[in-house]
Each structure stands twice: as structure tokens, then as C-alpha cells.
């Protein structure tokens, strides 16, 4: 009893002692865990301090990029061509988006959202990162503006911005000339990386595409502004600590007259073809057309296939610029620039008469080379030949120069080659030469690359392997009413700092003066102010003018005849009608205006093409607005409003 | 005559209490209304809740620390029992909160059975062996496991990994103190590391997730790895010395979350630095030396094993939260102690302390 009470004791005290061990290994244990527990601090705040330290910047501050106005588009005479403006847009950002499908789900309660709308947002959101906000809707209405903003809070990651739209009033009118911005796109943002402009396009989402806001961009673009921000966790900004104010972009004063354009527009109505009009004293494009044109708005958000397939479907191309980049054989318009290689060539003289008869026939051939009036013109100086527009007195000149001593002069102005104006895509057309005629036909093989003799006949009237665009034709008259000398056509004229309203002008000065005689311009001019008057083939749109005139019509053939058969408008499929084309400038002592017109498919240029001329030199010249189209002209605001109002636009933002 | 009055009052009142744990938690009570008064923002209305709060805590403890232990230790197993049926109450018809089962709704108010088990389960277990002290068996042992799995068990499937792990924690503390062989203790891991994929794939896919992305938070830095990602942000970015009180700037731009609650440790950290943390490892350490103290002297088994299951309790609250906060533990939800704001963690927490001091209190048998 007494024993096992003493085992208990000792049993007891053995226990106490495993006790004790038992609490300072519990102890130790915790003393060790505290140990790693400030090692762990020791690496998070004194090791790591100056990596968390700028973590914990970078979570605080953001740079917010304040976005620059685009630059104005404005007329030579202030009128606004493509402006912003401002409107609501409902945008989301995916990675703040729980549930993105539920929240688009609940906006649609609040905002109407199309088909198109979900769609195109889908294809954005393909297209975007994560953190990238994407517009759900473009261009809110105030009620549904006010309805999302009434309940944003139910939406983290949703945002009502006000944001600048473009817009281009004269749509159509003006598609060619201004283009169209968009959303930039994959590739866009590559080269802009690669331009190392990344920075100056953050919170950027619109860049040109086409036309002057593609060529123009980085004046119109402007530098973008950042502020920087303490922003939450929620990314909601809580105070601005620092700002750097945006420079709005450069607005673009043209050249381009968009009251002349308008008077163009309305006389072409529904016909295709191109127009374009050149100030002589500086290559400044006072019009500059190509029908039909779209409405570039609609590209502005992402157009939808289906318009877009409509648009490149539709036959009569609309999406092309034609004044740019139709080439056309110039016909009978290329024949004063025949007779400046002929007189420099030295083959005949001012008053030399020669044959035009009605057919002209190769030595040693029996191909007929036809000429317009079947039963000739008998005996004719070069200006009456160019005045009745005679082609068997042209093959014949064109059989004695040969093509080495034709292409090198009309190369000069600027036929077959860029003009340099201030548009992508220009193209170059052909000027035919022994030269271009073996690469060409590179691939096709030897025989199909020599220059034939026969080759340059068709060449004198402007027909065979010449191509030039309405552009060239332009400048190339210009350059002839502007006896020699060489301007760069361009549509912008000056570059305006919106801020300092100072206005830089582009370089006008010529690029070159031709060596040729002046006696040579002014005989060839004089010839072309005879093609309007009585005998002419111009003459139907001579008469009555208060101005001197000189032009030239032409008829280009889009098929080629059989032998033996007569052109029949009629009986030709309308596309393959004959394009009209007439080239002209005026006063012709000095000038102020030259055009080159086509009409396509549109025949014979005396009656399609050149009344075209006539009028819009009239409305130019003298202010007269043609009868026909005095109800349909667009109504275009006084300047002087416009650019206050302008003015405003860029004030609010 | 009035002063001699409140003096035999003050002598009331003081005179069941611990003063060095009464020093202790006071200076703690003084950082966490500091780090508070920051966390919620500068506004005092969670501060008068913590107040108030704490001021109901210290009346239980106080009353808790001047009852002797032996009383206490009878209400032990009445309150397992119950507190065991209410979990299966739970699992019959509990609240559901993001996909948790952890409460029952009394209509009024909601609470959290697990709660009671913090301190029920270390009691019945302590009470067990008091009971069987002359003539332990090894299969105490068993009934006592079992009697700590049953609960443990039902919270985990709740799920709620976090205080199962802390009740679970508690009891081994007791099977610790009352002698489990150290073979048993080392098996016990080994059988445990071995186990880890089973309980791998028995885990939820949140707690996977955590368990993922404690190993690596930048794997999903926008998603599961946030919160830990930004807390150690705020705690780095605090540095030796901190950036101030008021001045965290993780903290007042919105970046840390449940910074008053399970993240509080990071708001401090942000703003008081290595030095801040270094003072709260000390206080923390001082408070369960002076359990280790109070265990050390416990007269009765049951004292002894109720004071180091209570005080290894706290240490493994303290280190866990600052562990998850600091990104070497996963992230469960476990406050800070005394420090965290949250009246039911606050009482159960001052209920322990309570217990703690009347097992520390000399008495005369």
C-alpha cells in the first residue's frame, strides 16, 4: 500500500519532470517559429523594401493619358470638313468584369444594344488584351447616358465616357480627299511600336486610314497629355498630382475649295468618272473628285461586314479613288503634249501644213488607222490639227518622231510618273518607252518585248500603252498653262496651330521650270483656246464666255474597234462605251484654273465632259452657278460661324 | 472613507486578474485601436464596437479568472455535448455564406458553433484526463483523438479549414501536455506527410487554390494571389521603420482587403515597419511566456493542460495569421489575436485569458 502509494509519488514526480521538458520544448518551438516568422520580415522590409516600395508606387499612381483633339480639316475658305465631336460612349474593361456575359446581360437593360453592337464588341474584345477598355456602345443618347450614370456603382469595371467623335458633313463629296480614322488595328500598333509612338497613342483609339488623315496624321494627332493620378484598388481616381496638358493636333487648311467641290459633285450627278482641279500659280488642288464616293462615318466605328461587302461589291467601285488611282488612256486630251514633242523635235514648225486625211495607213500595211471625221480635213497647221482634233495628222507625227522622241517631253509633265501630291496610293500609270515596254513584257518573252514600229502610231493620240491618272492629266495641263513651270499638286495648304493660331504653309515653291520655248507654250495654248472656238471640237461649250478658255476633249476607247466597224455607242455595253475626257484652264494669260475631267463610259468628251469644265470655270471665274444643279447644291454655312464654331469644339474639350 | 471604499473595490476587482497579462494586453489594446483607427479609415465607429466589445470580453474574463478552475472544469463536457449537437445542427440546416455551411440562424442573429469549440474541445480534453489522471492507459489516448476528431471533422466538412486546424491545434496541445508519447507525435507527422495527397484530392477546389497560390501568388496576380500579393506588397513597402501612422498607402488606397479583420497585420506592418512588427513579436512572446509561467505552476493536471493548450493556442493564432499575411502560411481565415476587430474571436479569445488567470491565481486549498 505504503509502496504503491510511493510509486505514484515517484511516478508523479517523473511526470512533472516530462512536464517541464515537454513545456520548454513547446517553447523553443515557438521561439523558432518567431525566428522564421522575422527572417520572413526581414526579407519582405529590408531586403525586398526597394522592390515592394515600387510595387506599391505603381499600384498608387497611374498615368492617366489625357487625349489631344484631333485637328481640323477645314477648306481654303474655313469651311469645316471634318470636325469632333463629343458624345457619351459606354466602354468596359474585361479584367475588372467578373462576369462579363451577366453584366453586358444587365446593360442591355439600360441602353439599347444592337446585334451589331454585341458583335462588333466581341470582335474587339478578340482583338484586345485583358486591361484594355473596349466601347460596348459608341455615341449614347443623353436619356441612356444619364440611366447607365444613375447606376454605374452596380458595375465595376463599366464606364460612361465622353469622348470626341469625327465626322465628315460632306460624306461623299469629300471620301477621296479626307479618307476616314478607325480604330487602330494588330498591325497599326506594331508600327506605330516601331516608330517608338506607342506613348504618344496611349488612350488613343482612332488613327487615319486612308486619304489626308492617314497622310497627315501626325499633325492632325497631336501630343497626348498624362496626368498623373493616386488611384484605389477599384482604379477610381482620388486625386491628380500631377499634370502635363495635351498639345491638340495641327488643323489642315486646304487648298481645296469645297464650294467648287460641291458644284463638281452636282454636275457629274449620278455619273462616274473623276475630277480634278488645280490652282496654276501653286499646284494647290482646288477640287478633287472621284464618283461614286462612300460615306466615310460609317467607317469610323468598325463598318459592318455587311455594308462592307455591299460597298466592295457594288460594280461601279466606289471605294476607288479614280482621280488618284484610275488610269485611263488620256485619248485626244494627250495630243497638245504630242505637239510640244513635235515642235521640240523640230518635225514641223508653227504654220507648217500637213495631210489629215481620213484614214492613215502604215507603209508597207494595210491596218487602217481611222480618224474621226471619215472624210479627213485636208490640209492642216498643228493648231488646227489639235483644234479639230485630227488623229491621222497625229499617227503621222507620232510615226516621224518614233517613241524615243515622244516620251522623254511628255515625261516632263509629269505624265506616267507620281505627281508628289499629298495622297497615299497614287498611281503611277504608263508612259510608254522602249524601256518600259521590255520590262513589262519581261516575263512574256522576247518577242512581245520589242517596240514595234506600229506601236507608237496609236501612241500619238493618246491611245496604245498610255495610262494616266486624272491627276497626272491635271498637272500635266497645268504644267502647260503654267508654260513649263512645275508645281507639286497638293490638297493641304497650311498647317494651323490650333493653340498659337499661327499658320505654317506648305512648300510652295516650284519644283522646276521646263526649257522649252515660249513661243512653243503660247502657239500650243493658242491652239487649245481654238479647240472651243467656232470649227473646234470644243466649240459647243465656247460660247459665250467672259474669259478666255483653253481645253482639249478627248474620247478615250475603252474596247478596240474591229476593222471595218463603225463605234456605236449604242450598241456598245455601257461599260465598254468610251470614256469622255476633257482637259482645260483659265484665264489663259493668267491662269487660275485647270481641270482635267472624265466621265466614264460616257463617250464623246465634247458633250460629256467638257460642259462640265465650262460650268465649273463659270461658278470659279465669275461666281455664276450653273441652272441645272442650283436646287441640288449642298448648303454650306458661312465660314466665319464655322470656325467659331470649330473654335467651340476644341474650347470644351 | 470613500477613498478607502474605492480602494477595497479596486481591490475587488484587481485581485483575480494577472497583472503582467493585464500589462501585456493593454499595450497590444493600445497598437490594435492605433492600427484600427487607421485600417477603418479614420472613422471611430469601429473603434466604439471594439470598445464596446471589449469592455463585455473583460467582464467574462473577469469573472472567469476569479472562479476557481475545478468549477469551470465541470461545465466542460454539458458544453462539448451541446456544442457538438449544434454542429450537426449546422450540417442539418445551416446558414450558407460563399459556399461555407458555418452558422445557425437563431432569427436575431447568427452564430458560429465552431466558436464554442475553441474552447469547449481543450476543456472536455483537459476535464478527461483530470479525470483518469492516476491511471492512464494508452487508450485514453484513442478516446481522447476521438473525442477531438468528432468536432474537428465536422467543421472541416463545413468547410472551414482554417478553424478546424486551430480546434484540431487546441486538442493536440492538451494530448501534448498530458504526455502523448513523442513516438506517437513523430508518427503522427510522418503519417501526415504521407497522407497530404489523399487530402490533397479530399480539399476543396478553393483551398487548393490557396494552398497554389501560396506557393506561388504571381501564378494568379489578378485573381487568387491578390489579396496575398498586396499584402505583402504593403508589408514590403513598409520597410524598417514604416511609413507612418495614417500614411499607409496600401491601406487608404482600398489595396489590402479585410484590412480591419484577418489583414489587419498588414495595415500595421505598412505603417509601423520591421520595428512595429519586432514590438508585436515581443508582446506576443511576453504573453505566452507568462502562460507558459502560469502553466508551468498549475497545481491540478487539468490546469496545467487547459493553461498550455490555451496559451500554445495563442501563439498558433498569432503565428498563423502573421504568417498567411506575410505569405508563408495559406491564407485561412484566422485573425490576429486581440488585434483583429470581431467581437466573437475578441470574447472567445478573453474567455482563454480568463481561464488562463484563474488557473494562475495562488489559491489556499
Redesign the interface.
Known amino acids: 500500500m505504503r509502496r504503491a502509494k510511493l510509486t ?1 509519488l515517484k511516478n508523479l514526480r517523473s ?1 512533472e519532470h ?3 521538458l ?2 520548454i520544448a ?2 523553443c518551438f ?2 523558432l ?2 525566428v ?3 527572417s ?3 526579407w ?3 531586403v ?2 526597394q ?3 515600387t ?2 508606387q505603381n ?2 499612381i497611374s498615368l492617366v493619358p489625357i487625349l489631344p483633339n484631333r485637328g481640323l480639316i477645314l477648306d481654303r475658305n474655313g469651311v469645316v470638313l471634318a470636325q469632333n465631336y463629343s458624345s457619351y460612349t459606354l466602354e468596359l474593361t474585361p ?1 475588372k468584369i467578373t462576369n462579363l456575359n451577366a453584366t453586358i446581360a444587365q446593360l442591355g437593360t439600360l441602353v439599347d444594344l444592337t446585334p451589331r453592337d454585341l458583335k462588333r464588341f466581341k470582335k474587339f474584345l478578340e482583338d484586345s488584351k485583358d486591361f484594355e477598355t473596349i466601347p460596348l456602345k459608341v455615341k449614347l443618347s443623353d436619356e441612356e447616358a444619364a440611366r447607365v450614370a444613375a447606376n454605374i456603382w452596380r458595375f465595376p469595371g463599366v464606364e460612361v465616357k465622353a469622348r470626341l467623335f469625327r465626322d465628315y458633313p460632306y460624306r461623299e463629296m469629300t471620301s477621296h480627299v479626307l479618307g476616314y480614322i478607325g480604330r487602330i488595328n494588330t498591325a497599326e500598333k506594331q508600327q506605330l511600336d516601331d516608330d517608338d509612338k506607342t506613348t504618344n497613342y496611349r488612350g488613343t483609339t482612332y488613327i487615319g486610314k486612308t486619304g489626308l488623315e492617314a497622310v497627315y496624321e501626325d499633325q492632325l494627332h497631336g501630343t497626348v497629355g498624362f496626368e498623373e493620378v ?5 482604379g477610381r481616381a ?1 486625386r491628380s498630382l500631377k499634370r502635363t496638358p495635351p498639345v491638340n493636333g495641327n488643323n489642315l487648311k486646304l487648298a481645296l475649295d469645297i464650294r467648287l467641290q460641291d458644284v463638281a459633285d452636282k454636275l457629274f450627278g449620278n455619273r462616274r468618272g473623276a475630277l480634278v482641279a488645280i490652282d496654276p500659280s501653286d499646284g494647290g488642288v482646288l477640287a478633287f473628285l472621284s464618283k461614286p464616293g462612300f460615306d466615310p462615318n460609317q467607317f469610323i466605328d468598325g463598318i459592318d461586314s455587311q455594308t462592307w461587302t455591299t460597298l466592295n461589291a457594288d460594280w461601279q467601285k466606289p471605294l476607288v479613288n479614280r482621280a488618284l488611282r484610275g488610269i485611263y488612256p488620256p485619248g485626244s486630251t494627250f495630243k497638245p503634249f504630242m505637239a510640244m514633242a513635235a515642235l521640240m523635235a523640230g518635225i514641223i514648225k508653227p504654220g507648217d501644213l500637213r495631210p489629215a486625211p481620213g484614214v492613215f495607213v502604215l507603209p508597207g500595211s494595210s491596218h487602217q488607222f481611222r480618224n474621226d471625221n471619215p472624210r479627213g480635213n485636208g490640209m492642216v497647221t498643228l493648231d488646227k490639227a489639235i483644234a479639230v482634233s485630227s488623229d491621222t495628222f497625229f499617227y503621222k507625227l507620232a510615226w516621224d518622231l518614233g517613241i524615243d522622241r515622244i516620251s522623254p517631253i511628255v515625261g516632263q509633265f509629269g505624265l506616267g510618273a507620281k505627281t508628289g501630291i499629298d495622297l497615299d496610293g497614287e498611281a503611277i500609270g504608263v508612259l510608254p518607252s522602249k524601256e518600259w515596254k521590255a520590262k513589262r513584257f519581261a516575263r512574256a518573252g522576247a518577242i512581245y518585248q520589242k517596240w514595234l514600229p506600229a506601236d507608237v502610231v496609236s501612241i500619238g493620240i493618246g491611245q496604245g500603252f498610255n495610262s494616266y491618272t486624272p491627276l497626272q492629266m491635271a498637272n500635266a495641263v497645268t504644267i502647260l498653262a503654267n508654260d513649263g513651270k512645275v508645281f507639286r499638286p497638293h490638297l493641304v495648304e497650311n498647317i494651323v496651330d490650333v493653340k498659337t493660331g499661327k499658320s505654317r504653309s506648305v512648300d510652295t515653291t516650284p519644283i522646276k521650270q521646263l526649257p522649252y520655248p515660249q513661243a512653243y507654250f503660247d502657239y500650243v495654248k493658242m491652239a487649245m483656246q481654238e479647240v472651243l472656238q467656232p470649227g473646234g471640237t470644243g466649240a459647243a461649250i465656247g460660247t459665250g464666255l467672259t474669259y478666255t478658255m483653253a481645253g482639249k476633249t478627248g474620247t478615250a476607247q475603252v474596247v478596240a474597234i474591229k476593222q471595218g466597224v463603225k463605234y456605236n455607242a449604242s450598241a456598245t455595253s455601257e461599260q465598254n462605251r468610251d470614256h469622255a475626257w476633257f482637259v482645260a484652264f483659265a484665264p489663259v494669260d493668267k491662269p487660275k484654273i485647270a481641270v482635267a475631267v472624265i466621265v466614264e463610259n460616257a463617250g464623246w468628251g465634247a458633250a460629256a465632259a467638257a460642259p462640265i469644265a465650262r460650268q465649273l470655270f463659270d461658278f470659279y471665274l465669275t461666281g455664276k452657278v450653273p441652272a441645272s444643279i442650283a436646287d441640288q447644291l449642298t448648303t454650306i454655312p458661312k465660314p466665319a460661324i464655322v470656325q467659331k464654331a470649330a473654335s467651340d469644339v476644341v474650347a470644351t474639350h | 472613507m470613500s477613498s478607502q471604499l474605492i480602494k477595497r473595490l479596486w481591490q475587488q476587482i484587481k485581485d483575480p486578474l494577472d497583472g503582467w497579462l493585464m500589462l501585456f494586453l493593454g499595450l497590444i489594446f493600445l497598437l490594435s485601436l492605433l492600427v484600427l483607427y487607421s485600417a477603418s479609415g479614420q472613422s471611430f465607429a469601429k473603434i466604439d464596437n471594439k470598445l464596446a466589445y471589449t469592455a463585455l470580453a473583460l467582464v467574462i474574463m473577469w469573472v472567469l479568472a476569479r472562479t476557481r478552475p475545478q468549477v469551470i472544469m465541470q461545465f466542460a463536457p454539458p458544453i462539448y455535448i451541446v456544442g457538438l449537437l449544434l454542429l450537426i445542427a449546422v450540417h442539418v440546416h445551416g446558414v450558407t455564406v460563399n459556399g461555407s455551411t458555418r452558422w445557425l440562424s437563431l432569427g436575431f442573429t447568427r452564430i458560429q458553433p465552431s466558436e464554442i469549440m475553441k474552447i469547449a474541445l481543450p476543456m472536455t480534453i483537459a476535464w478527461f484526463f483530470q479525470k483518469y489522471e492516476l491511471n492512464l492507459r494508452w487508450w485514453h489516448y484513442i478516446i481522447a483523438g476521438m473525442l477531438i476528431m468528432l468536432p474537428v471533422a465536422l467543421i472541416l466538412k463545413q468547410p472551414d479549414l482554417g478553424t478546424a486546424t486551430l480546434i484540431l491545434a487546441a486538442g493536440f496541445f492538451v494530448l501534448f501536455f498530458a504526455g502523448l508519447s513523442w513516438r506517437v507525435i513523430f508518427g503522427g507527422v510522418v503519417a501526415f506527410g504521407a497522407s497530404l495527397p489523399v487530402i490533397w484530392h479530399m480539399m476543396h477546389d478553393y483551398q487548393q487554390k490557396r494552398v497554389l497560390t501560396l506557393i506561388d501568388p504571381m501564378s494568379d496576380p489578378l485573381g487568387a494571389g491578390y489579396h496575398i500579393i498586396q499584402s505583402m506588397i504593403a508589408i514590403g513597402s513598409g520597410g524598417p521603420l514604416g511609413k507612418g501612422w495614417l500614411n499607409g498607402t496600401q491601406t487608404h488606397l482600398d489595396y489590402i482587403p479585410e484590412r480591419t479583420t484577418d489583414f489587419i497585420f498588414a495595415v500595421y506592418s505598412e505603417e509601423f515597419g520591421m520595428i512595429g512588427n519586432l514590438i508585436l513579436v515581443a508582446l506576443y512572446l511576453l504573453i505566452i511566456s507568462r502562460g507558459l509561467m502560469i502553466t508551468a505552476r498549475a497545481q491540478s493536471m487539468y490546469g496545467r493542460l487547459m493553461a498550455g493548450s490555451i496559451t500554445l493556442s495563442f501563439f498558433v493564432y498569432a503565428f498563423v495569421n502573421m504568417g498567411m499575411v506575410s505569405g508563408i502560411l495559406p491564407v485561412v481565415g484566422v485573425p490576429l489575436p486581440f488585434v483583429s476587430y470581431g467581437g466573437t474571436a475578441t470574447v472567445i479569445l478573453f474567455i482563454g485569458t480568463g481561464m488562463l488567470m484563474s488557473i494562475g491565481k495562488p489559491r489556499n486549498k
Open positions: 505514484a511526470e516530462q512536464f517541464q515537454r513545456l513547446a517553447y515557438m521561439l517559429m518567431f522564421l516568422l522575422i520572413r520580415f526581414v519582405l522590409q529590408v525586398q523594401y522592390h515592394f516600395t510595387l506599391a499600384n498608387r479584367n493616386e488611384t484605389d484598388s477599384g482620388i
